[in-house]
């Protein structure tokens, strides 16, 4: 009566969404501990003659401890959590739930449940992503761990605990699988000989509760592997695409489009592959031994036929799993080729339509094509002919041991050792991308905004420098007017100061604070005009009213039907060159910075919005006035507005001082 009372209040917990601690299942856990030793003292007890009344009773009271154990674990339900409403936010099922829960994955009942009722969009139903498992806490561990970004040592330091504990877990999956083999085989002596009928029902609820066991270590082992492999997936893709917006001029020219998109999709994904199926490595030779000592047992000398059949199919496959990571990076070419053939196209695509080069192209890209799926073709009749060897020779080990003990070890050294080698491939191509020479950042000179001293910069070491010689110290706040012919250097100068080039002598110290461009080439997305100028930014509508009159685009945005909100073709297809300018300048000025490198951003907008640029944004009344302005220009009329002048020649400096200054010398 009292299970029964107890068991109702439980269900009661349940339909209003009580959660109880850890505590509570523990408690019944116990409960059935001590209920069990119960009911075999009484069976040792009476022994043949056994109260049937009480006998009963003792199992009906395991079996409602049973169940009150089963309910209180499940008690906690995630939908409880959208019940709540806005107020309680969802959380990760995998903290939340007790102990029980989480040793049994019952927080995936729910997700279960909607897949079996329903085939429509399970987004709605989707668990919440634990913090520990989103990108950017991956990818936090992935910087602390080494800042050389060696793959080998990153990968182990991100996922060294799932790992070891997967490991532990699969030993101990081993361990169960082959006790559970030893009570069978007492099973099997039970049913042969007569005894004592407890006997044999122990034996069945052990091995009930092994092969139980060993289902939970194998799930965990998989679940912790799975979850490891998602963290490096994202470190990696995230420290990738990070370094490559980070790789100097020299090294950016070594590595296409298609590069890029073969490392950050086939190759990590091919070292998340191998993390799957990682702990079976360390395991395999623990499963060898132990089946080979029972199948020694059972068949005395002929188990090590065993070994003679490793000996011939173990060179066959790693030959053939050579020759399948070759012909692998022979297709990563030719892929890599053909992404970067139809990146050409369609960045020129109206020069195709105009000239009518669309055949010749489509050929050529067609041509790279079929000499992929070749190579594919090839890739796929190697894979299935060692696929094939992965599946024959366990059975016909089998065969000539009459064993299948060692089945599944060596069906993983075989399947397994593919992995190794692919995988030691893809790390090297990672180590090879991610050791590239960086933009250099140098210590900084608190006294200047901007510091370079008799410095030299070339596009690459091998070239000669194409500035020389540039000294240059630019005041926090102050204005530095760059002018010269065409050609003489002052683009490259913005580049030099930004890193883009490398520095083949002289010192310079990093710009102190954020840093906008300017360029001459407008750069404009395909989106709103306000989503080009807020771009990052968060949308503050003062500071932006502020900004589009300053860069007089207020205008503009009155004649266009949407204002504001219009969206721009590609490139900024329809807008006009002063538009761009405007546009790019109002973007640097909104996100606020330190620094500004502004490289002639007047040259394509009419004299009076020059004058009204320069005025309201530019010069020491307008809205960068408290910040370091470097500007680039043609137009002698602003130089008298500038602190510092610097005239560029040839790549060097050959006039540098005030507007005063610099007139008396002529």
């Known amino acids: 009566m009292t299970y029964s009372l107890v068991i109702y209040l439980v269900l009661l917990f349940r339909r209003f969404g009580y959660r109880h601690p850890s505590s509570v299942p523990l408690q019944w856990f116990t409960n059935i501990l001590v209920v069990t030793i119960n009911l075999y003292q009484f069976f040792i007890i009476y022994d043949k003659n056994i109260p049937i009344l009480e006998a009963v009773l003792n199992c009906l009271e395991l079996f409602l401890t049973i169940i009150a154990l089963i309910i209180s674990c499940l008690t906690t339900r995630y939908s409880d959590f959208e019940e709540l409403g806005a107020e309680c936010e969802p959380k990760c099922p995998m903290n939340d739930f007790n102990v029980f829960s989480k040793i049994f994955i019952i927080w995936m009942k729910t997700l279960l449940k909607h897949g079996y009722k329903s085939t429509a969009d399970l987004t709605p139903h989707l668990l919440p ?12 561990a992935f910087e602390s761990a080494d800042s050389k970004y060696n793959s080998n040592r990153l990968k182990s330091e991100i996922i060294w605990t799932s790992c070891v504990t997967a490991g532990a877990l699969v030993l101990c999956k081993v361990a169960a699988d082959f006790i559970q083999t030893y009570i069978l085989a007492k099973l099997i002596d039970f ?29 965990h082992s998989i679940l912790l592997t799975i979850l490891g492999s998602y963290r490096v997936s994202s470190s990696l893709t995230i420290a990738i695409y990070k370094k490559m917006l980070r790789l100097s001029a020299g090294s950016r020219r070594t590595f296409t489009t298609g590069e890029i998109n073969n490392i950050m999709s086939v190759d990590v994904m091919t070292i998340c592959d191998f993390i799957r199926v990682m702990t079976n490595l360390y395991t395999i030779p623990l499963l060898f031994i132990i089946g080979e000592y029972f199948l020694w047992q059972q068949l005395g000398p002929s188990s090590l036929m065993v070994f003679a059949v490793m000996a011939v199919v173990l060179p066959w496959t790693t030959f053939i799993s050579k020759r399948i990571e070759k012909i692998q990076a022979k297709q990563m ?5 053909r992404i970067k053939q139809i990146s050409e196209v369609l960045s020129n695509i109206k020069l195709l339509k105009l000239f009518g080069w669309e055949k010749p192209f489509m050929d050529r890209i067609s041509k790279t094509r079929h000499q992929e799926l070749h190579e594919l073709k090839i890739f796929n009749y190697f894979y299935a002919i060692i696929y ?31 992995y190794c080698l692919v995988s030691t491939n893809s790390s090297e191509e990672l180590d090879e991308s991610v050791e590239r020479d960086e933009r250099s950042d140098d210590s900084s000179d608190e006294r200047y905004a901007v510091s370079l001293k008799k410095c030299c910069f070339s596009w690459s070491l091998e070239e000669e420098p194409i500035l020389k010689d540039i000294t240059l110290n630019v005041k926090k706040g102050s204005l530095v007017a760059i002018v010269g012919r065409v050609g003489s250097g002052k683009s490259s100068l913005f580049s030099a100061l930004m890193g883009d080039m490398y520095q083949t002598g002289g010192s310079r110290s990093a710009m102190r604070g954020s840093v906008s461009y300017v360029p001459q080439s407008a750069w404009i997305q395909n989106m709103s005009l306000r989503q080009n100028i807020v771009f990052v930014s968060d949308y503050d509508r003062g500071k932006y009213e502020r900004v589009v009159k300053a860069c007089a685009l207020d205008t503009d945005f009155n004649s266009l039907p949407a204002k504001d909100l219009t969206e721009i073709g590609e490139k900024g297809i329809n807008l006009s060159g002063g ?6 300048l109002a973007r640097a000025v909104y996100h606020g910075s330190d620094i500004y490198l502004l490289d002639d951003p007047l040259a394509a907008v009419d004299a009076h919005v020059g004058q009204h640029l320069f005025e309201r944004i530019i010069g020491p009344k307008g809205l960068l006035r408290n910040t370091t302005r470097i500007l680039a220009t043609h137009h002698m009329e602003f130089l008298r507005e500038a602190d510092h002048i610097l005239v560029l020649s040839e790549g060097r400096v050959v006039e540098s001082g005030g507007y005063d200054e610099l007139a008396e010398r002529g």
Request: charged share 15%.
């Open 579 to 584: 538009q761009k300018h405007r546009v790019s």
């Open 333 to 337: 070419e030719l892929k890599d080729t």
């Open 191 to 219: 049913v042969s000989d007569s005894d004592h009928m407890w006997h044999g029902v122990c034996y069945a609820i052990a091995y009930c509760l092994f092969n139980l066991m060993s289902r939970l270590f194998d799930c």
């Open 129 to 140: 992503v634990c913090d520990y498992m989103k990108s950017l806490h991956a990818f936090n």
């Open 388 to 418: 094939v060897c992965w599946m024959a020779v366990p059975f016909i080990m089998a065969g000539i041991t009459f064993t299948v003990y060692l089945h599944t070890s060596v069906h993983f050294i075989l399947f397994h050792s593919s």
